[in-house]
């Protein structure tokens, strides 16, 4: 919980007034919603800064705040924090109260917990033919993403703005299981036909090793501008 408020302190040092009555700073809160691997709402902070009258900087910070899933003693020790930059072009001299953008942004995510209730992996792809099982292993899975960013910036006043925005892009997942107790291989058994679609692919940490995912980001924050 401290980080996040250490994050914004450091922020505030950094803005100096001469910064502040030029009006390039802003600072953003973006709610979030995380798995480490439970369901947790995550804390994002962030900062703007205009380089001229079309391109921002954008750099945040997340950590996981609050669990919604129930605590079952099945994980523990669970951290998580994200880091992320973009590149935005947008109309910062635009009157209209809408504004437009296209932007780039990298984010890098860490995130480790224990399994304490049992679980299985897959070595190095989910094609392998056969699986790990385990009685408790520690798991540390991290993140590098890159999508492309369009959004909308709503002026709501003069210094408060709603930015909605809709990322795409692609991910690597790295994962590494150290720790294992009790580690059993069986075959794994690949089902010819399904009735029904997987509504959801596996999550990638049951891959011990490195895979690629496709990406979304979706995000609605709200921006204060100094």
Not at 135 to 151: K, W
Request: aromatic share 14%; net charge positive; glycine share 4%.
């Amino acid at each position: 919980m401290n980080k996040p408020f250490l994050f914004l302190f450091w922020s505030l040092l950094i803005f100096n007034p001469c910064f502040a009555q030029q009006s390039k700073w802003s600072l953003s809160y973006t709610p979030s919603l995380i798995e480490v691997p439970e369901k947790n709402i995550g804390i994002q902070l962030g900062a703007a800064y205009d380089i001229n009258k079309h391109f921002q900087v954008i750099s945040a910070f997340t950590t996981n705040a609050v669990r919604l899933e129930k605590s079952s003693r099945a994980t523990s020790q669970n951290q998580y924090f994200r880091l992320k930059s973009e590149i935005r072009y947008i109309n910062l001299a635009s009157n209209y109260w809408l504004k437009p953008y296209i932007g780039l942004q990298a984010s890098l995510v860490g995130r480790s917990w224990k399994n304490n209730n049992r679980g299985s992996y897959y070595e190095g792809s989910f094609n392998t033919d056969s699986i790990t099982y385990f009685t408790a292993a520690s798991i540390s899975s991290s993140t590098i993403t890159l999508t492309t960013e369009f959004g909308l910036n709503s002026q709501i006043s003069k210094r408060l703005s709603i930015d909605c925005a809709f990322g795409i892009g692609g991910k690597l997942v790295s994962t590494k299981y150290s720790e294992v107790k009790d580690a059993s291989t069986e075959a794994r058994f690949f089902p010819k036909c399904r009735l029904l679609p997987i509504p959801s692919p596996d999550p990638a940490y049951w891959v011990n090793g490195k895979i690629n995912r496709f990406q979304i980001n979706p995000t609605l924050s709200i921006r204060y501008r100094l």
